[in-house]
């Protein structure tokens, strides 16, 4: 598929390169090493070269797409192979010789940055900047290269939306600065999932709680950029936001997620010799094939446990109906909307990135990072697999 001609005639225009201009030709020599690197990535991929007539040719190539990547030895203009046609089942391309996460990385080495400039770091986070960024970061500098990304990060988060029948929302804490003291900010987030059923991240925010004001703006923002069409809500039990949803959604039926009814049912169990058995009990409510079922191992639940643990029959009489509301769905939609599991992987993620700062400078900051990092997965669930197959609706 690949042909030794092609290696050898690149390996030897990198070689005249560094000949001719020695150091002040690498960024050239890396460019030239990168684009090949990635056409026959690509030829690998398709099982292919371009135009080649083969039994095992799974797409085709689909041309180029031009990205500028700034790096030590200078800019790189780079070609990112693209593709088409690919065979169902198999899933999109991405060059592995190019570095995922660029957005996010420059996202991340600009928080830090900003802590050391504003006065807030230690030796600790001015080491990082350095070995991170590779040079130490004046306030001028930051705020350029900040402004750039914070160009593309806000017009993605701004971008128009469409219908959306399925609504997951989610909120996270990281310690911002904030009037001189340390503070919790909440991370409102919303992932959606489209007609087509792929998954896709509608957008974030950063607020300092979790009151029903923020959560309506939050929600108010999502409607303002398009988004029409919801049929289920599933979130957590989160403070202001069941408020914020008869609201901004009113009508819509909400999915309280059954992972944080299980832990939450933890704290009214009076003995630990019992946890195990609560378990159980409401994993069979919440694994029933219809709701009929449902209510009827619910009642027996609550009348189970009336005597021996009356705080724990409570709750569960109170608590456990919000999370049966996906039993009105169709058996194969339930397994990825009861919980939300798809956010808890999403925060893991963003914990992944955010720990390195520890303590951003103000809720910017956290911001920029967030909105990096969540960009780049939405963009790999897009392309990605179907997460839902919404013909059973």
């Not at 050239?28 to 690509?42: G, K, P, S």
């Not at 790096?71 to 070609?79: K, Q, S, W």
């Not at 970061?137 to 017009?155: H, I, T």
């Not at 959604?249 to 939450?264: E, I, K, M, T």
Request: glycine share 6%; charged share 30%; proline share 3%.
């Amino acid at each position: 598929m690949t042909h030794p001609d092609s290696e050898s005639t690149t390996i030897e225009q990198v070689l005249e390169h560094l000949t001719t201009r020695g150091f002040d030709g690498m960024a050239t020599a890396m460019q030239i090493l990168f684009n090949e690197a990635m056409r026959l990535e690509r030829a690998e991929f398709l099982r292919a070269d371009p135009h080649e007539r083969t039994a095992e040719r799974r797409g085709y190539a689909n041309g180029f797409k031009r990205k500028r990547l700034q790096t030590r030895a200078g800019a790189v203009e780079l070609a990112i192979p693209q593709v088409r046609d690919l065979e169902e089942g198999v899933e999109g391309f991405y060059p592995h010789s190019l570095e995922r996460g660029v957005r996010s990385e420059r996202a991340l080495k600009l928080a830090i940055a900003e802590m050391y400039v504003q006065g807030v770091s230690t030796r600790r986070v001015v080491k990082i900047t350095r070995e991170m960024c590779g040079l130490d970061v004046s306030s001028s500098q930051v705020s350029r290269a900040a402004q750039l990304l914070d160009d593309e990060l806000k017009a993605w988060r701004e971008r128009a939306l469409g219908e959306c029948p399925c609504l997951m929302l989610d909120a996270r804490y990281e310690k911002v600065r904030h009037g001189g003291t340390v503070v919790d900010a909440a991370v409102l987030t919303a992932v959606g999932v489209s007609p087509a059923g792929r998954r896709s991240i509608l957008g974030t925010s950063v607020a300092l709680s979790e009151a029903e004001v923020h959560w309506r703006d939050f929600l108010a923002s999502l409607q303002d950029r398009g988004l029409h069409g919801v049929k289920l809500v599933t979130s957590d039990d989160h403070a202001g936001l069941k408020a914020a949803l008869s609201t901004r959604l009113s009508g819509v039926p909400w999915q309280r997620c059954q992972f944080h009814l299980q832990q939450n049912a933890q704290s009214y169990v009076p003995r630990i010799s019992m946890r195990r058995e609560v378990s159980a009990d409401l994993r069979g409510i919440f694994d029933a094939p219809e709701r009929g079922e449902a209510d009827r191992r619910l009642r027996l639940a609550v009348a189970k446990y009336r005597e021996t643990a009356p705080a724990l029959a409570s709750w569960i009489e109170e608590n456990v109906p919000e999370g049966l509301t996906v039993l009105t769905l169709p058996a194969g939609h339930r397994r990825h909307l009861r919980t939300t599991n798809l956010l808890e992987r999403l925060n893991m993620e963003l914990r992944r990135r955010t720990r390195v700062a520890t303590l951003f400078p103000n809720e910017t900051s956290l911001l920029r990072l967030v909105s990096a990092v969540l960009i780049e997965i939405s963009e790999e669930w897009e392309t990605g697999r179907i997460y839902i197959t919404m013909e059973n609706d």
